[in-house]
């Protein structure tokens, strides 16, 4: 497990690299080779149909994908050209797959004071 987290790090370095670079190819691999690391940190990180899902979205044409979240529940997390983004949500929808559309925020973490609103 130590091993596995060390090695998670590293990737987290490299991510950061291949984004500063805007090599996306190389975005797509670490989230892979991530996902792999996830894997080996404890057995119940994922399953038969979870490996099926990743592996179907890879084949698709998805340059990385990973399973983030906890306790059972989480998203897949799927890197691909926007060209392919039709036709894998369009596949992942007949798996009951569902998209959840989002933004990026450049801003950074955001405190929130709950007290005055």
């Known amino acids: 497990t130590i091993k596995s987290l060390h090695k998670t790090k590293e990737l987290a370095e490299e991510l950061r690299d291949a984004l500063k670079n805007n090599d996306l190819s190389q975005f797509g691999e670490i989230i892979n080779k991530g996902w792999k690391v996830k894997r080996n940190i404890s057995e119940g990180i994922t399953n038969k149909g979870i ?22 529940g989480g998203h897949l997390y ?21 998209e959840v559309k989002f933004n990026f925020q450049f801003t950074g973490a955001t405190i929130i004071d709950t007290n005055n609103l």
């Open 78 to 98: 799927v890197y691909a050209e926007s060209a392919k983004h039709n036709k894998i949500i369009k596949q992942l929808s007949k798996l009951k797959a569902v």
């Open 51 to 72: 490996d099926k899902l990743i592996s179907h979205t890879l084949s698709l044409g998805a340059e990385g994908a990973k399973i983030t979240g906890a306790g059972g």
